[in-house]
């Protein structure tokens, strides 16, 4: 599993102590309004830390690209990637993860956005039937990385549920594995 941040012996104090845990709040239910003309994408978006801690990803910012645009997504972190790379260190490539330049390249595809609250739990609702990628990003002093998850709404009133995880990543780079 992928390791995004970590708070553990070498890191003091680098994660804010765990709190009580809220009840968390059922995922998004579909009614007719989150679903008079699509479907219903929802999830929870969560990151493991080295020390086994999860941390709901509350805040997180998501967006719903159509998947015929998505590859532009991947251009753009390969061209970036490329011309940091010259530049710099090119054995480097995790280093060079812009994630500034492909965060914008999704939020300008986009057809839709959503915030995960403060439980990490998040949702697209009226998403016309189709094929999309969800994209969101993560960046600590540790680590930063990337998402870009397939999913699908086959017809309206579809509900489909993806979680936001390590395993999902597209790419991360985490600063202290050299």
């Not at 007719?32 to 999830?43: F, K, N, Y």
């Not at 645009?69 to 480097?92: C, H």
């Amino acid at each position: 599993m992928l390791a995004a941040a970590s708070c553990s012996p070498e890191n003091p104090g680098s994660e804010a102590p765990p709190q009580a845990a809220a009840p968390a709040p059922a995922l998004a239910e579909p009614t007719p309004e989150t679903v008079a003309s699509g479907g219903l994408i929802r999830g929870k978006a969560i990151i493991e830390m080295r020390n086994e801690m999860v941390k709901d990803l509350a805040g997180l910012e998501l967006v719903l690209v159509p998947d015929d645009k998505a590859r532009e997504i991947t251009k753009v972190r390969e061209e970036r990637w490329r011309m940091l790379a010259s530049r710099f260190n090119f054995n480097d490539g995790y280093n060079n993860l812009d994630l500034n330049a492909i965060g914008s390249t999704a939020v300008g595809l986009a057809v839709a956005q959503a915030k995960a609250d403060d439980a990490g739990f998040y949702a697209f609702s009226n998403v016309p039937p189709a094929r999309y990628r969800i994209y969101a990003q993560y960046k600590s002093m540790y680590a930063s990385g990337y998402w870009l998850i397939p999913v699908e709404v086959k017809a309206v009133g579809d509900v489909v549920t993806v979680d936001i995880n390590n395993d999902k990543f597209a790419e991360v780079y985490n600063y202290q594995q050299k």
